[in-house]
């Protein structure tokens, strides 16, 4: 008799949190890195620095999930590293452009969203970004709709993922909900597991191994989610 195939683990999960870029969001098929290697070029060019290495595609997907207070800074020598607000205005419109004019989800991600507020989830949206790069996706793809919560870096004094996710459970449902945090960076585990929540990792988005390290469950597409919540 053939062995059963076994079944996918299913997680409790009242509160749902999501990262953005990498998770929901596809900012490398939107054309976002190659925009921050544009407003790059754009600052260097003004500042007489034409001689800087522009990032690397790859470098931009290692730092994406950062907050600007470190992405920034990471991509300059140190002895420029005081210019960094100004690289990150600079980049940003570039980076808005992108956004408004061809911005896209990861396939499947609508479906998901959609399937799990019928479900009765709440949806919370957590993003280091900014509220300029967090209003312009969430204009693009109808955020407001999909999701019951947005945080970004700045709202309410808040700084990291975790105090996010603290801020939200206390609106939302209270201590002792059953939590689920998805994303595609160590910061994104870091917070859930701070909350108790189940860590799901998305292998399509920009992290790597070590990033999943303490997950408890892989995904390798958004529709894929459906088979974890229960």
């Given at each position: 008799m053939p062995a059963r195939a076994r079944e996918p683990r299913r997680f409790s999960a009242h509160i749902i949190f999501f990262d953005n870029d990498g998770?929901?969001?596809d900012?490398?098929?939107s054309g976002v890195l190659k925009a921050v290697q544009d407003g790059f070029r754009e600052f260097a060019a003004r500042r007489g620095l034409a001689h800087l290495p522009v990032p690397t595609i790859a470098r931009i997907k290692e730092l994406t999930g950062a907050p600007n207070t470190e992405f920034f800074p990471a991509v300059l020598p140190p002895e420029l590293r005081h210019l960094a607000p100004e690289l990150r205005d600079t980049c940003l419109q570039h980076e808005v452009r992108a956004i408004r004019g061809r911005g896209e989800?990861?396939?499947?991600?609508?479906?998901?969203?959609r399937e799990?507020?019928?479900r009765g989830k709440k949806l919370v949206?957590?993003?280091?970004?900014?509220v300029e790069y967090l209003t312009a996706t969430a204009e693009r793809f109808g955020y407001p709709t999909l999701f019951d919560r947005l945080y970004h870096v700045g709202l309410h004094g808040l700084a990291g993922k975790a105090e996010m996710m603290a801020h939200a459970v206390a609106e939302l449902a209270g201590d002792g909900a059953p939590l689920m945090a998805v994303g595609?960076?160590?910061?994104?585990?870091a917070a859930g597991r701070a909350h108790g929540a189940a860590c799901v990792f998305c292998a399509y988005g920009f992290g790597t191994d070590a990033d999943a390290e303490g997950a408890d469950a892989v995904i390798q597409a958004p529709l894929e989610l459906l088979e974890l919540v229960g």
């Open positions: 998770t929901v969001f900012s490398a098929r989800l990861y396939p499947g991600v609508l479906e998901l969203l799990l507020r019928t949206l957590i993003t280091h970004a900014g595609d960076k160590a910061a994104d585990m």
